[in-house]
């Protein structure tokens, strides 16, 4: 198990000024930060690093939501990283997220759910490397 997990705050939290207190929350979970950037993606690279979602019937809404507006990527870093930030965020309905999770005080709905967490180890590695070079981690 990997003590390293990678996450995305949307566009949806960043538009509605949340990002703040996001990575607030998240560093005081403990979290390290590995790295962190913000930046936008184009429909291009949003298609890229969701083609795992290519069939899915969401995924051309869900490549123009994460193209519509800059994100913040970041790679964090504690003891059992994927699962405890997953517990984190919460279900990814935030009508069904508990009480206290990220998704249930910031996103606003399945579709527009204020952050994205790697759901395993291999994905972890695979998302942060998408948007972060070796030199770029710490």
């Known amino acids: 198990m990997s003590n390293r ?10 538009k509605n000024g949340h990002a ?13 930060v590995v790295a962190l950037k913000m930046t936008k993606l184009s429909a291009e690279k949003a298609g890229e690093f969701y083609a795992v979602h290519k069939e899915r019937p969401f995924y051309g809404e869900l490549v123009e939501f994460m ?19 997953r517990e984190l965020i919460g279900a990814t309905n935030p ?3 508990a009480e206290g999770t ?7 709905s399945v579709g527009e759910n204020a952050v994205h ?11 942060g490397d998408f948007f972060f070079s070796g030199l770029e981690k710490f």
């Open 5 to 14: 997990t990678f996450t995305m705050i949307k566009p949806d939290a960043m």
């Open 20 to 32: 703040g207190a996001i990575i607030d929350r998240i560093i005081k979970e403990g979290f390290g």
């Open 67 to 85: 193209s519509s507006g800059p994100i913040i990527a970041a790679i964090l870093e504690k003891d059992n990283a994927v699962a405890a930030f």
């Open 95 to 97: 009508a069904q997220a």
């Open 102 to 108: 990220i998704r249930k005080l910031y996103a606003t």
């Open 117 to 127: 967490g790697s759901d395993s180890d291999e994905n972890a590695k695979i998302e």
